[in-house]
């Protein structure tokens, strides 16, 4: 019986992490990898869905679901570095990163919506959720759980190998290198997708101002 399993994330939340690793482990070609309709990669701009109700109908059904989640903010300033890099060609976006983060398309608010939308799904128990964050911390612990989750078998040696292959220096290089086998890890434009791989990298991308605005927009204060 073919188990569907699928990882889901925005855009720039650190997936080929964990994607990689799985690669070494032989698992990744039985997985889904995909941004929920969220691919940012049409220059058409097809319109952005967020129907909830949709959403959870669709992984309301058998299958094995994990949401990778990284801090908002550095999500978008990767996001602004992949559009004006990677797929400079596709957007021709000439606008700031201050513009950027604001944008009606790529901006915040859209970020957020996403974000709370599979907030949702996880609270339901439709999806394990997972974060970036956490992968720093104990990476290995969290191929473990992923591993575990989707149902495939690895011993631990073989969790830590594949941890330790999968750092960001060495998944750099093998971008680098050109030499990878999938189209996934491979410069575009010149541009790489393993870029810094850091928690927190957008305090030194972004004005205070921007910083205030995305605060405001992902943590809003209650009174």
Request: hydrophobic share 40%; aromatic share 14%; proline share 5%.
């Amino acid at each position: 019986m073919t188990v569907d399993r699928q990882l889901i994330s925005f855009p720039k939340s650190g997936r080929s992490w964990l994607r990689f690793a799985l690669h070494q482990l032989g698992m990744a070609d039985k997985i889904a990898f995909h941004h929920d309709g969220f691919e940012f990669n049409d220059a058409v701009r097809p319109p952005l869905d967020f129907d909830l109700a949709n959403r959870l109908e669709q992984y309301s059904r058998p299958g094995r679901f994990i949401y990778l989640e990284r801090d908002p903010r550095d999500v978008m300033v990767s996001l602004y570095h992949q559009i004006t890099g990677r797929f400079a060609d596709i957007f021709n976006y000439s606008g700031n990163i201050s513009d950027f983060i604001r944008d009606p398309y790529f901006g915040a608010p859209n970020l957020q919506q996403f974000r709370a939308q599979w907030r949702n799904v996880c609270d339901r128990g439709l999806a394990l959720g997972i974060s970036y964050e956490d992968c720093h911390t104990d990476f290995p612990s969290v191929l473990s759980r992923v591993v575990a989750y989707y149902g495939f078998e690895a011993d631990e040696h073989a969790i830590m190998s594949a941890a330790a292959r999968s750092a960001f220096d060495r998944m750099s290089e093998v971008e680098q290198s050109a030499t990878f086998e999938e189209p996934w890890l491979r410069l575009r434009n010149g541009a790489p997708k393993v870029r810094r791989g850091l928690v927190g990298g957008y305090a030194d991308s972004l004005r205070e101002a921007d910083i205030h605005y995305l605060d405001q927009v992902f943590f809003p204060r209650t009174s």
